[in-house]
C-alpha cells in the first residue's frame, strides 16, 4: 500500500519568499512522486514527476523537488514565490511499474501568497 | 479541443435521480480514471479501467458504476443520488506510471 502525507494544509508565504510544501511518503515498493498543482475553478496540472531518474526534480513555473529516500519526503520548493503561485498542490504517489500506477493522492496544501 | 473532456461541468439534482457524467479523451491511451475530490481529504479514486474489458474498484466505489464505451470514453453513473456525493469530479487519463492527464471537473451538487 502507498500514501502520501502533506504536512500544513494552509502556507503562507510573503511574495520574493521561498515556497516550500513538505510531502513525506509511504511505500513498500520504489515510488513513483508527484506534484499537481490545482488553480481556483481549474483541474489538476502536473507540476513535476520523479520516475528514478535524477533524485532532484525540475518542473514548470521555477519549482523543484528532491526525492530523498533516507528521510521518505519529496518537498516541493521555490526559491521566490509570485502572487500566481497562490493555488493548491497535491502531491502523490504510485508503484513504478505498468499495473501498479494507480495514483494515491494527498489532502492537499492551499498556498496563499501576502503581498 | 482538451485532452480530456468531462460533461457536464456543473450539474445539481435532487436526492434519488440517477445521474451520468460523461469523460472522453484524444490522448490515446488505455488506462481513465475516476476521482472525486472534497475538501481537506484530497482526491480519492472511485473506479479505474486499464482496457475496455477491464474495470475494477476504487477506494470509495460505493454508490457509484462505470462503463467503458471505448477505449477514449469512460462514463460515472450514481445509481441514486444523495447529499454526501456533492462533491467535484474528474476523470484521468494515463498510459503508465509516469502521470496523468486530468479533465477540467464536474461540480455535482445533490440536493
Known amino acids: 500500500a502507498q500514501s502520501v502525507t502533506q504536512l500544513g494544509s494552509h502556507v503562507s508565504v510573503s511574495e520574493g519568499a521561498l515556497v516550500l510544501l513538505r510531502c513525506n511518503y509511504s511505500s513498500s515498493v520504489p515510488p513513483y512522486l508527484f506534484w499537481y498543482v490545482q488553480y481556483p475553478n481549474q483541474g489538476l496540472q502536473l507540476l513535476l514527476k520523479?520516475?528514478?531518474?535524477?533524485?532532484l526534480v525540475k518542473g514548470i513555473n521555477g519549482f523543484e523537488a528532491e526525492f530523498k529516500k533516507s528521510e521518505t519526503s519529496f518537498h516541493l520548493t521555490k526559491p521566490s514565490a509570485h502572487m500566481s503561485d497562490a493555488a493548491e498542490y497535491f502531491c502523490a504517489v504510485s508503484g513504478a511499474w505498468v499495473g501498479n500506477e494507480k495514483l494515491t493522492f494527498g489532502t492537499g496544501t492551499r498556498l496563499t501568497i501576502i503581498p | 479541443d482538451a485532452d480530456v473532456t468531462q460533461t457536464p461541468r456543473n450539474r445539481i439534482t435532487k436526492t434519488g435521480k440517477r445521474i451520468m457524467l460523461e469523460c472522453s479523451q484524444t490522448k490515446g491511451h488505455d488506462r481513465m480514471y475516476w476521482y472525486r475530490q472534497d475538501p481537506g481529504l484530497g482526491l480519492r479514486l472511485i473506479y479505474y479501467?486499464?482496457?475496455?474489458?477491464?474495470?475494477n474498484k476504487g477506494e470509495i466505489s460505493d454508490g457509484y458504476s462505470v462503463s467503458r464505451q471505448a477505449q477514449a470514453k469512460f462514463s460515472l453513473s450514481l445509481e441514486s443520488a444523495i447529499p454526501n456525493q456533492t462533491a467535484l469530479y474528474f476523470c484521468?487519463?494515463?498510459?503508465?506510471?509516469?502521470?496523468?492527464?486530468f479533465g477540467s471537473g464536474t461540480r455535482l451538487t445533490v440536493v
Open positions: 479501467s486499464f482496457d475496455v474489458k477491464d474495470i
Open positions: 484521468a487519463t494515463g498510459d503508465g506510471p509516469y502521470g496523468y492527464t
Open positions: 520523479y520516475t528514478s531518474a535524477a533524485t
